[in-house]
């Protein structure tokens, strides 16, 4: 198994340009998930999916969509860049609620710089 | 709502003495509480958690933590450091029922670098 993997690893943008960040994950979990990480400001929630379909906004939503089509997949869009979205982007998945599986399992990150 | 704080951003030891990284959390419900740990370059991994029964907790890597419920507490311990747990350190928090257990609320992060 692959575990989370995440697409592409780094990536530098302009300002105002566009960029999807792809999220898969081979475990079957429902529960995904986008964090970015800032120097220390840890991970904040930026979106999350409770299934195929589903999306819901977390604690920093703005500036970002994002897209669940299939259950593997979760997909970060950012529409029109800007450089406060320089940041390292994580994904998760979950099996089910926390309390079933106790953990989250992460991917290795993209590094996102914006000038 | 839940939120934690880490009350070390950083802590420097030297190889083979004891660490203590330090994490309160506060909340209106009762939680399940976790500690990943981030390598240089990676993303996280759980290092262990607190869902229910016995307070102490072992992890991997020889890592232990044990919940307070009177001080709100979750510390990370570990008696004999070595070079390689050097990383990044994070506390979270997940409320145990309705809409909030599902989702973790993490601390800022402790660096701990082990020094030779």
């Known amino acids: 198994n692959a575990g989370v993997t995440q697409t592409p690893k780094f990536r530098v943008l302009k300002t105002g340009q566009s960029m999807t960040l792809l999220c898969a994950q081979d475990?079957?979990?429902?529960?995904m998930y986008w964090y970015r990480q800032d120097p220390g400001m840890g991970l904040r929630l930026i979106h999350y999916?409770?299934?195929?379909?589903?999306?819901a906004k977390g604690e920093v939503p703005d500036g970002y969509n994002v897209s669940r089509l299939k259950k593997q997949n979760f997909l970060l869009g950012l529409e029109s860049a800007a450089p406060s979205q320089t940041s390292v982007y994580f994904c998760?998945?979950?099996?089910?609620?926390?309390?079933?599986?106790?953990?989250?399992?992460f991917g290795p990150g993209t590094r996102l710089t914006v000038t | 709502a839940q939120s934690v704080t880490q009350l070390d951003s950083q802590v420097p030891v030297f190889e083979e003495a004891p660490v203590e990284l330090r994490c309160n959390y506060s909340?209106?419900?009762?939680?399940?509480l976790f500690w990943y740990v981030q390598y240089p370059n990676q993303g996280l991994q759980l290092l262990l958690k607190?869902?229910?029964?016995?307070?102490l907790v072992k992890g991997i890597n020889g890592f232990e933590a044990e919940f307070n419920k009177s001080q709100t507490s979750f510390h990370l311990r570990k008696p004999s450091v070595h070079i390689s747990d050097t990383a990044e350190y994070f506390c979270?928090?997940?409320?145990?029922?309705?809409?909030?257990?599902?989702?973790?609320?993490f601390g800022k992060g402790t660096l701990l670098t082990v020094n030779p």
């Open positions: 475990m079957n979990h429902e529960y």
């Open positions: 607190y869902l229910s029964g016995s307070t």
């Open positions: 999916s409770v299934g195929e379909g589903t999306t």
């Open positions: 998760a998945s979950s099996y089910s609620r926390l309390a079933a599986s106790g953990e989250q399992y």
């Open positions: 979270a928090v997940s409320g145990n029922s309705g809409g909030s257990n599902y989702k973790l609320t």
């Open positions: 909340s209106s419900v009762s939680v399940y």
